[in-house]
């Protein structure tokens, strides 16, 4: 088991930034590719982005190109979301999640390849 807990989510004005964080325990972090979520209400979840287990790779959603920045620190065990240049359509629940991934460049986008997930965290942008 993988436990993923969130934090670093709230309220900020168009155009500021947030840096969210994904701290995992249980099992090894090593092995497993990483991905943010979100899901405005009354909408699907929308994949936002993903590291490979390595580092080595990333990849975004379109909207979030060249605004949102994915990384991870594996001697902690955390992974992060720095969001820069906000937009009111950014307003969602962000979640973190897990994907058994050993390839040291897969970066998966589909939610049925990630095996945990964390609760979330509110990120909403007021105009």
């Known amino acids: 088991q993988v436990q993923l807990v969130e934090s670093g989510g709230g309220l900020v004005q168009a155009g500021g930034s947030l840096r969210l964080s994904c701290a995992a325990s249980g099992r090894t972090f090593s092995g497993y590719a990483m991905g943010w979520f979100r899901q405005a209400p009354g909408k699907e979840r929308e994949f936002v982005a993903a590291?490979?287990?390595?580092?080595?790779?990333?990849y975004y959603v379109d909207s979030v190109k060249g605004r949102f920045t994915i990384s991870r620190d594996n001697a902690k065990n955390t992974v992060f979301l720095q969001m820069n240049s906000l937009k009111p359509e950014d307003t969602a629940v962000y979640s973190c999640?897990?994907?058994?991934?050993?390839?040291?460049?897969?970066?998966?986008?589909?939610?049925?390849?990630?095996?945990?997930w964390g609760q979330g965290t509110q990120v909403t942008v007021s105009s």
């Open positions: 999640a897990a994907s058994w991934a050993p390839i040291p460049t897969k970066t998966p986008v589909a939610p049925n390849e990630y095996n945990y």
């Open positions: 590291i490979s287990w390595t580092g080595s790779s990333t």
